[in-house]
Each structure stands twice: as structure tokens, then as C-alpha cells.
């Protein structure tokens, strides 16, 4: 029997308006902008990608640089809405996205456990229980009451993965996130991420590594300057991707 339906990208299209100017104040802008001197480029960063995600499924994106990879998960984690077509997900999402994009650099890395938890959804409380797991995952135990703009990168992608892994969602995105961590901490988030998987979380995972992505993966989506090459067995098209 077939797993239901949990993602359904359907004719999914995105347009982002260009300026091709440079504008030394906003005030020359709206001047430019009245007389009609502005010109804005239309700029199809996804265009019509159609695809279908089962529950338990792990799908990678893959595809060179500004081929629509992250583009196409904001639109599935709702944080963008596509100019054509729809994204119908059923079920919560942890959305790893952009690095520390849910922080706020001047807080401490304690509060930001506490914010990032507030806009995942969950109360001070039930933080408070999953506090001492994302202190021990991330293993920042001696730094989180220093500001997370200090934070290296590394740093702050293990606080960002240990909140966004906390509890069981049902679809888990990871976008490129594990990329700056050391090679310890990427093999200690590929387990979480295998846990998840075997608990029946569907993970969306976009990494440099092929490698990487064929070990978390059944499917893969390949992307190709916004349209979608293929969508099949990882193993296979990940290995026709490494000879491309
Ligand atoms: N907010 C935006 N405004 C304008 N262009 C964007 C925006 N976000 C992404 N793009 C452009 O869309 C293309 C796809 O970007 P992206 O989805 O980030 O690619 P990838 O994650 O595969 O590297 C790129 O050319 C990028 O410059
Ligand atoms: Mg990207």
C-alpha cells in the first residue's frame, strides 16, 4: 500500500522583480520611479516544477547554484508564496532554512532557544523541557548566555539544527545547514535526521554532497536554472548528476 500524500508542489512558478539600477538614495529612486525611469526585470527563479512527496519519503533537491533549490523550499515551508501554481502540505514543519535566520543576533543564544521555539509554535514550558536536549546537542553548554552574534557559523547552525530537531515534526527541512558544521557534529545530525526518518518524519535536505544526499535520500528533485530536469530514484539520478 502507498503512503499518503504529505507535499503536493503543483505548477509551481516564481517570479522575483529585478531592478537592474543601482540607486544612491531612496529619495533618487522615487524620483527615477515617477518619470518612469526605473526599469524592472521580471526574473523566473522556479518555473513550473510539479512534484509529489510521500509520508516517510526524504527528497533531495540538487542543482548547481541558483537553480530555485532554496526558492523551492521557502515556497513549500510557506514562507513564500509562488507567483503561479500551489504547494499543498499536510502536517507541521521544522524549517531549517536559512542559517540563524529565525535569531536574533543581539540576544543570547538561551533566548534565542526561547524565541525560536515561540515562532515554531511551542509554550515557554515546553522549551523548558527541551532545553537541557538542545544544550547537550549543540553543545554549547558554556556560551548560551553570550549574544549569538559572537557565534561562528558553526556555532550557530548547531544551536539552529538542535531547536529546529526538537519533538517530531512531520516534515523536517534542512537547507544546506549541516555544510558548515565539523565533520563530528554533521555525523551527529545525519543520526538525529536518521531517527526522525525511522519515527516518520519526511525530510526535504538540500547539501553540496551527493554523497550525503544519497545516504539521507530515496527521491531527488534536480533543478536546472528554475525548471525541473527530473524527479526520481536518488541513487540513480544522483549518480547521473555526479557525472554531469
Ligand atoms: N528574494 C529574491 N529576489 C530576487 N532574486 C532572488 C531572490 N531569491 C532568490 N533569487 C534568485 O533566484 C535564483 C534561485 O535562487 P535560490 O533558490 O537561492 O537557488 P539555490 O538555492 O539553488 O542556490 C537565483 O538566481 C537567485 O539570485
Ligand atoms: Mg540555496
Known amino acids: 500500500m502507498e503512503e499518503p500524500i504529505i507535499i503536493k508542489v503543483d505548477h509551481v512558478?516564481?517570479?522575483?522583480?529585478?531592478?537592474?539600477?543601482?540607486?544612491?538614495?531612496?529619495?533618487?529612486?522615487?524620483i527615477k520611479s515617477i518619470k518612469g525611469q526605473v526599469s524592472i526585470e521580471e526574473f523566473w527563479a522556479l518555473k513550473d516544477v510539479s512534484f509529489e512527496v510521500r509520508k516517510g519519503d526524504s527528497v533531495g533537491l540538487i542543482g548547481l547554484n541558483g537553480s530555485g533549490k532554496s526558492t523551492m523550499l521557502k515556497t513549500i515551508a510557506g514562507v513564500l508564496k509562488p507567483t503561479k501554481g500551489s504547494v499543498k502540505v499536510s502536517g507541521t514543519i521544522a524549517p531549517l532554512i536559512e542559517l540563524g535566520a529565525g535569531?536574533?543576533?543581539?540576544?543570547?543564544?538561551?533566548?534565542?532557544?526561547?524565541?525560536?521555539?515561540?515562532?515554531?509554535?511551542?509554550?515557554?514550558?515546553?522549551?523548558?523541557?527541551?532545553?537541557?536536549?538542545?544544550?547537550?546537542?549543540?553543545?554549547?553548554?558554556?556560551?548560551?548566555?553570550?549574544p549569538v552574534k559572537n557565534f561562528s557559523s558553526g556555532m550557530v547552525s548547531r544551536l539552529a539544527f538542535a531547536i529546529a530537531?526538537?519533538?517530531?515534526?512531520?516534515?523536517?527541512?534542512?537547507?544546506?545547514?549541516?555544510?558548515?558544521?565539523?565533520?563530528?557534529?554533521?555525523?551527529?545530525?545525519?543520526?538525529?535526521?536518521?531517527?526522525?526518518?525511522?519515527?516518520?518524519?519526511?525530510?526535504?535536505?538540500?547539501?553540496?554532497?551527493?554523497?550525503?544526499?544519497?545516504?539521507?535520500?530515496?527521491?531527488?528533485?534536480?533543478?536546472?536554472?528554475?525548471?525541473?530536469?527530473?524527479?526520481?530514484?536518488?541513487?540513480?539520478?544522483?549518480?547521473?548528476?555526479?557525472?554531469?
Not at 512558478?13 to 540607486?23: A, G, I, R, T, V
Not at 543576533?105 to 536536549?133: P, Q
Open 103 to 146: 535569531f536574533d543576533m543581539d540576544l543570547t543564544a538561551r533566548e534565542n532557544v526561547f524565541l525560536n521555539g515561540a515562532l515554531l509554535g511551542y509554550t515557554r514550558s515546553e522549551m523548558e523541557g527541551y532545553y537541557k536536549d538542545i544544550v547537550d546537542f549543540s553543545e554549547l553548554g558554556n556560551f548560551m548566555d553570550v
Open 165 to 244: 530537531t526538537i519533538g517530531i515534526p512531520d516534515i523536517l527541512i534542512v537547507d544546506e545547514v549541516l555544510s558548515v558544521g565539523d565533520f563530528q557534529f554533521q555525523e551527529k545530525c545525519e543520526k538525529r535526521i536518521r531517527n526522525m526518518k525511522d519515527k516518520g518524519t519526511t525530510i526535504l535536505f538540500v547539501s553540496h554532497s551527493i554523497d550525503q544526499v544519497q545516504k539521507i535520500c530515496n527521491k531527488v528533485v534536480w533543478l536546472e536554472h528554475g525548471h525541473m530536469k527530473c524527479f526520481g530514484n536518488a541513487k540513480e539520478i544522483g549518480d547521473e548528476y555526479r557525472k554531469s
Open 13 to 30: 512558478s516564481m517570479k522575483f522583480n529585478l531592478s537592474s539600477e543601482k540607486f544612491d538614495s531612496f529619495k533618487e529612486y522615487v
